[in-house]
């Protein structure tokens, strides 16, 4: 058995016996009351899951394992360049709860690389696929291919006790981990760049070697790899995509069904496509506004009309976060050192300083703040990855991190299917009903 695997096996042990300890005591402990508008509003912070990965504090934002985002990018190992961190440290940090070695994080490397090898069908399929098809769609059904090769599918169909789910599910993240930028890239370079595609360089971190798939061997630009697959690997279980995944993974699918529909839910405008759609604003703004150098006063302008047609700005506001996206303050410290008088991220700093007073004077915004697709994709299009209807592909290749992370601890620790009851307006109204009558009585 691995190391990784091995250390994986007895933390998990230890908690499953924890939580089957804590249960039979405290199992009928109430520990939150649900509202009508919690129920009618999408489920808002309702305690309803556990997720061990990370852990989102409204005020404190994103913490892995207890680290914040700049813990992280002090504590885990670096790329090459000693600059950002390397994704494999966060990866193991998230399974283990332990920040790796150097030593570590290089063997996690080599094995990922070995696994890499994505199975021809997968290209096969995807080559008969339009080109113009959106990226995201092509990369879910590259994921439900590659489904082919699941060693839990295998051993379920087999015969397997259940307390053993954990030992093939691990090795389906670990393999299914690593052949993501390969297949990425694939769609990358066969729906932008002619299918010239690019072999992967076994000599490169699994980042680093991404980014030079895609095209892109730029030191630079190999380090906002390493930062932004580290950054936007996990957001806690409450998430769409982390959720899609959890519930998918919960009925017992593996971990390439459980990711493909995790990638159905990041495909959203309301989740992983606003990145996209920030682009997008961005520019039409600029083109309406007739220069790429807008000032504050103009910027403001177009907001206010924005605002006042009825539209959101996009990359701003947060189910949860009620400060600034820690994850876009690690991107803009990132371009401060290592990008200068860009006018696309300029303007994304400016709009940084206009929006939120906008969003508070009207008086209904809990957070007026910026989130982490407010930057990202600036940071991209500086260095020459244009193409932004794929921005949410790199997100979905780093959001693999934590949701498959956290579907091995789901299946160490025997959860069971995700099953919660649902309500009909007529029961709504009874309840409503019986309450009045009872307040009437008292």
Do not use: C
């Not at 244009?386 to 997100?395: A, D, R």
């Amino acid at each position: 058995m691995d190391p990784l695997k091995q250390l994986f096996r007895e933390k998990a042990l230890d908690m499953r016996n924890k939580i089957k300890a804590m249960l039979k005591e405290h199992g009928e402990m109430v520990v939150d009351q649900v509202t009508l508008s919690q129920i009618y509003g999408g489920a808002r912070n309702i305690k309803s899951m556990v997720w061990i990965t990370s852990d989102l504090d409204p005020e404190e934002g994103i913490k892995f394992r207890g680290y914040s985002i700049p813990e992280l990018r002090e504590l885990l190992p670096k790329g090459q360049d000693n600059k950002e961190p390397r994704p494999e440290g966060l990866f193991w940090l998230m399974l283990v709860g332990q920040i790796p070695t150097q030593e570590q994080v290089e063997w996690l490397t080599l094995q990922w690389t070995h696994r890499s090898n994505v199975p021809e069908h997968v290209f096969r399929t995807l080559d008969a696929l339009p080109t113009g098809l959106h990226p995201m769609t092509q990369f879910t059904i590259a994921i439900a291919a590659m489904q082919s090769e699941s060693i839990f599918a295998r051993r379920y169909e087999e015969g397997i006790h259940k307390e053993e789910y954990w030992s093939p599910t691990y090795e389906d993240v670990m393999n299914l981990i690593a052949r993501l930028p390969r297949v990425a890239a694939y769609i990358y370079r066969r729906s932008f760049h002619g299918s010239k595609h690019i072999p992967p360089d076994i000599n490169m971190d699994w980042a680093g070697n991404f980014a030079h798939m895609l095209g892109f061997d730029n030191p630079d630009f190999r380090s906002l790899m390493r930062l932004y697959m580290t950054i936007h690997a996990d957001h806690e279980g409450g998430n769409a995509s982390a959720h899609t995944s959890h519930l998918v993974g919960s009925t017992l699918s593996d971990a390439y069904l459980s990711f493909a529909g995790a990638m159905t839910a990041l495909a959203g405008p309301l989740h992983g496509l606003a990145n996209q759609e920030v682009v997008a604003w961005i520019y039409k703004m600029l083109d309406a506004l007739g220069t790429q150098s807008p000032s504050k006063d103009q910027i403001r302008s177009y907001v206010k009309a924005t605002i006042d047609a009825g539209q959101v700005i996009p990359g701003y506001g947060h189910a949860v976060l009620r400060r600034p996206d820690p994850r876009f303050i690690a991107q803009k410290s990132f371009a401060e050192r290592n990008i200068k008088h860009d006018n696309i991220v300029q303007v994304v700093w400016d709009v940084f300083e206009v929006v939120p007073p906008i969003l508070e004077s009207l008086g209904k915004v809990k957070n007026p703040w910026p989130n982490v697709d407010a930057h990202s994709g600036a940071l991209l299009i500086h260095y020459g990855l244009t193409e932004y209807s794929f921005y949410t592909v790199l997100f979905g290749v780093s959001r693999a991190l934590g949701v498959l992370a956290q579907l091995a601890w789901s299946r160490a620790l025997g959860f069971p299917l995700e099953r919660p009851k649902s309500i009909t307006p007529e029961w709504t109204e009874r309840q409503i009903a019986n309450q009045a009558q009872s307040a009437a009585l008292s």
